[in-house]
Every structure is written in C-alpha cells, then in structure tokens.
C-alpha cells in the first residue's frame, strides 16, 4: 500500500537523524535489549520491513517488529511513538485502533515532533479518530512547519487557500514571506503573483527574486529582470537598486523590449531612486525584501 511504503520511508529517514549506526542484527538486537530506545526503533523498522543491516537480510515479523516499537514509545522515544500511532492509524500491520493512534501520534507531537504533528493535523483535517477541527489541523501543520517540515506547509497553505484568496496585498506579501521563507517557497510564489496581479510593487520584486535564485520556481533570468524592472517602475527601492547595479553590468539589459523604451536606462538613475528611499547597498535592498530572514 501507498501509505505504508510512505510509512516505512519515514521511519528510516527518522532512524537515520537518530544516529543508529548499521550493524549485524545480533549487535543490534543485543543493544535494543539493553534498553537503547533508538535500537529498539531502528529493529522494530527492520522486523516490519524485512530490510537488511551490514548486508545481513533481515525476515519479516511485523508482530516482533510491533513489540519493539511499542516497549521504545513507552520508555518514551517519540519517534517510535508516531511511527506506533501512524500503524495503527493505517491498519496494515497491526488491527485498525484509531483511538491509540490518535492518542500515540498526540504524544510525540506535544513532545515536539514535526512529521507527528503533520499526521496528527490530517487526522483533524480530514475528521478520522477525531471530530474535525480545522483550528486544530492549522496549529498542528504551522508547528510541524516551522519545525522545519516542508510538506507541512503545503497542507498548512490548502487548508487556507480560501481565506489566504480574500487577503489584501500587503497581507498576501507577508504571508507569501512567511512561506517563502520557511521551506514551502512555491506556495509563497503563489501568494506573491496574487499580490502582484493587485499591483504591489514588492510582490513583483520578490517574484524577481525567485527567479534569480530559482525558489518556488525554475531560474529564468528573462522573468526576473521582468519582475525587478516592473518593480522598480512601480517603485519598489530594493528593485531598484537591483536594477541599478545591473545596468552598471550590463548597459543594454533594458533593450530589445519595447514595453521599457521609455525607461531611463541611466544606472545613476535608478540608483539615485533607490538611494532617495534609503537604500544605498545590496544588504539593505535585500534586508527591505526580506525581512527577518533566515
């Protein structure tokens, strides 16, 4: 099943942050006998996957392969605690039970554990072992994503794609930033060309920035200078600045379009413009587009 090939690619990615190092299965299993929770996750993986450790082939016996993963998450390994909820949220290995799914997946994300608090947020999304609570799914996917977890901020982003729609530009922009910034940079670009199609002026100049840096989007140098020379037309400083230094590069860079013939072309001029507002380098042209970042 789809689900549980997913499974099993998040239980190895999170056995590997943990630092299990392969070994032959008796060193391993001696070890997770010896009380060492992450051993007892890594076997527990290996029992239900039936993968191989230093070569050696391991058999399947996902009934073993439970008990493991069910003595680490009561000693308190959280990562085996949402590997455990998501088994029986799943019901391939081990009978359906969605109360203990819901009640081992809430405790690895109260401890902190982002790819938990994703699950736990689909369950809340979706209303599965638990009544439906959007509230609920958005505060579990904003913390899994600003754990770090990516994917979270692709479902933190649909689950508000109606509400993100009413927003004004000045408000798409700051929340364009905050996914830009955070890892789920193509749902910031969306949010970006929303604000961009009002007429903002920063958001066309973040829109040149993700397409100099290929963020959210694939590089493509003709729609940066786009977005950065319509930027600065509409005044954007930091755009232009950029556009600035670029004629100081590249004197010709504005000809050949048409729709600019009419722009001064002039580095002292945007320059100046840029300079008028504040903006005297690269570090605050890029600090005013992106505030805070990180």
Same mark, same amino acid.
């Given at each position: ?33 010896e ?6 996750n890594?076997?527990?993986y ?52 969605l109360?203990? =799914? $819901?009640?081992?997946?809430?405790? +690895? /994300? @109260?401890?902190?554990?982002?790819? *938990?608090?994703? !699950?736990? &947020? %689909?369950? #809340? ?22 754990g ?25 922009v ?9 890892g789920?940079?193509?749902? =910031? $670009?969306?949010?970006?060309?929303? +604000? /961009? @199609?009002?007429?903002?002026?920063? *958001?066309?100049? !973040?829109l &040149? %920035?993700? #397409?100099?840096?290929a ?35 590249f ?29 005297f380098? +690269? /570090?605050?042209a ?9």
């Open positions: 099943m789809r689900a549980f090939s997913a499974l099993l690619t998040a239980l190895f990615a999170a056995l590997l942050s943990l630092g299990v190092e392969a070994q032959n299965l008796d060193s391993l299993r001696r070890q997770a006998e009380g060492d929770l992450a051993s007892m890594y076997l527990g290996l029992l239900i996957s039936g993968g191989e450790t230093e070569g050696e082939a391991v058999e399947r016996d996902p009934a073993e392969g439970l008990l493991w993963l069910i003595r680490a998450a009561s000693e308190g390994d959280v990562k085996a605690a949402s590997n455990l909820g998501w088994l029986y949220v799943e019901g391939s290995l081990v009978e359906q039970d109360d203990a =799914g $819901v009640r081992w997946l809430s405790k +690895a /994300a @109260d401890a902190g554990l982002p790819v *938990a608090q994703s !699950l736990l &947020g %689909d369950l #809340y999304r979706d209303g599965t072992g638990v009544a439906p609570d959007s509230l609920m799914a958005d505060s579990l996917y904003s913390r899994a994503f600003e770090g977890l990516a994917d979270a901020g692709y479902k933190l982003y649909d689950l508000n794609s109606p509400r993100l729609a009413a927003l004004t530009p000045e408000e798409l700051e929340q364009g930033r905050y996914f830009y910034l955070r789920a940079p193509s749902e =910031g $670009v969306k949010l970006f060309y929303m +604000a /961009a @199609d009002q007429g903002s002026a920063e *958001a066309m100049a !973040l &040149g %920035d993700a #397409y100099t840096r963020l959210g989007v694939p590089y493509d140098h003709s729609l940066s200078l786009k977005y950065y020379v319509e930027a600065a037309r509409a005044g954007n400083p930091s755009a232009q600045f950029v556009v600035g230094e670029l004629l100081e590069i004197p010709d860079s504005l000809k050949g379009h048409p729709e600019w013939d009419s722009l001064p072309d002039s580095p002292a001029f945007w320059l100046e413009k840029a300079a008028e507002a504040g903006v380098d +690269a /570090a605050e890029y600090s005013r587009l992106l505030p805070n970042s990180f």
